[in-house]
């Protein structure tokens, strides 16, 4: 027993390191890279109902990049974000928002989502 | 009835500080949501002095832009007057429009002002007894106005159809008030509660009717919304001697819409 233990033992050995090693790289591999996104806050006029407000955040949703709304209805804002390279202009959110028949206020970005 | 009416406006006024939903019977200016690209169906049941009568619309609107709607309705009616035999089929269907003619918005808050047309073709059955259908054509031209925030809503329709072959010409007019019981948030489950006066004078018969509508609503979700309304005569005035047995006793609404997409 003694003798197959030591003689398995450095093979053992190298297999544990190797495959240490290889879990590691293939760790890193896979881990996601940090996305850098772009928080915006829409101020949107006469959104005065929360059957209203069905229609924007779909509207908004369409927007490339956006996968989560956020409607703040008695504030009238939406919140969103986007990854940094789909940031989308202020002219395209305005038009989305007066195409979904609202009035369009002050736009703002953030690179840190807002409080 | 002054009780009844007291009672109404108690409960009604416990609302106050929310948010509200679109009304039930009267129009609304705003042409999104629940009220646009989805189906709105209800059951409406009236109870005459003899017999009763149900009809179920379905209506289905389409949003070409957010300041224009076009659509249809498509109702099933069943008539049962008292003793005699029922008659029942699809009725008079509608092509309506809606133009947004005026909008003003404001934080939380909207005053908007449509112009609607609406025509009702003598599709149903005039040859059943009871007839299903009216046998005439009908266009209805009016306005819809309200003025909506996040603590209450005030809605107003106001308009004349006019009527082919000289029938019954008739002004309609209703006023609702919707208000809520939750707090305004989106999306969360609501639930609404509404005062309506619905009414109608037939010229040709110098007839005023005025219905009282308490209501309410409940939206479970996004793209669902149920109701339900009870319409109580207030006021039924002519000078000529109307067949009592046409007058209404009550009516009972409850309905649904949903979304599409």
């Known amino acids: 027993m003694k003798s197959f233990l030591k003689s398995t033992l450095p093979v053992n050995l190298v297999f544990v390191l190797l495959s240490l090693f290889f879990s590691i790289l293939s760790a890193n591999a896979q881990a996601p890279q940090e996305e850098q996104r772009v928080y915006i806050k829409v101020e949107i006029f006469g959104l005065a109902c929360p059957y209203c407000a069905y229609g924007m955040e779909q509207d908004l949703l369409q927007l ?22 789909q940031k989308p202009g202020k002219k395209e959110i305005a038009k989305v928002v007066e195409d979904g028949g609202f009035t369009v206020g002050k736009i703002e970005y953030s690179d840190k989502p807002f409080e | 009835m002054n009780k009844t009416f007291c009672l109404l406006i ?3 006024l416990t609302g106050m500080g929310f948010a509200q939903g679109p009304p039930i019977l009267t129009g609304t200016p705003v042409m999104l949501g629940l009220e646009g690209n989805g189906l709105r169906t209800f059951g409406k049941l009236i109870l005459k002095e003899e017999g009763f009568v149900y009809v179920q619309p379905l209506g289905i609107p389409y949003n070409i832009s957010p300041k224009f709607q076009v659509g249809g309705i498509l109702p099933f009616k069943y008539v049962k007057p008292g003793e005699a035999e029922a008659a029942s089929g699809l009725t008079d269907a509608s092509v309506f429009a809606k133009y947004q003619i005026f909008k003003r918005d404001g934080r939380a808050k909207t005053f908007r002002i449509l112009a609607k047309v609406q025509h009702t073709f003598p599709s149903g059955n005039t040859l059943s007894s009871p007839p299903i259908g009216a046998g005439i054509h009908q266009t209805y031209v009016g306005f819809v106005a309200g003025r909506i925030s996040s603590s209450i809503g005030l809605y107003s329709d106001f308009g004349y159809v006019f009527t082919s072959r000289k029938a019954a010409d008739r002004f309609l007019y209703n006023f609702g008030v919707s208000l809520p019981l939750l707090p305004p948030k989106y999306p969360q489950k609501q639930l609404n509660t509404l005062l309506e006066l619905n009414g109608s004078y037939l010229v040709p018969l110098d007839l005023h009717t005025l219905f009282l509508s308490p209501g309410i609503q409940f939206i479970p979700g996004r793209r669902i919304l149920f109701e339900a309304s009870f319409q109580i005569p207030v006021l039924f005035r002519t000078r000529f001697n109307i067949i009592d047995s046409n007058k209404t006793r009550y009516v009972v609404l409850l309905g649904t819409r949903f979304l599409l997409h």
Not at chain 1, 72 to 78: V, Y
């Open chain 1, 64 to 85: 490339a990049g956006v996968d989560k709304v956020d409607i703040q209805l008695k504030e009238g804002l939406a919140y969103l974000s986007t990854p940094v390279e």
């Open chain 2, 10 to 12: 108690a409960l009604f």
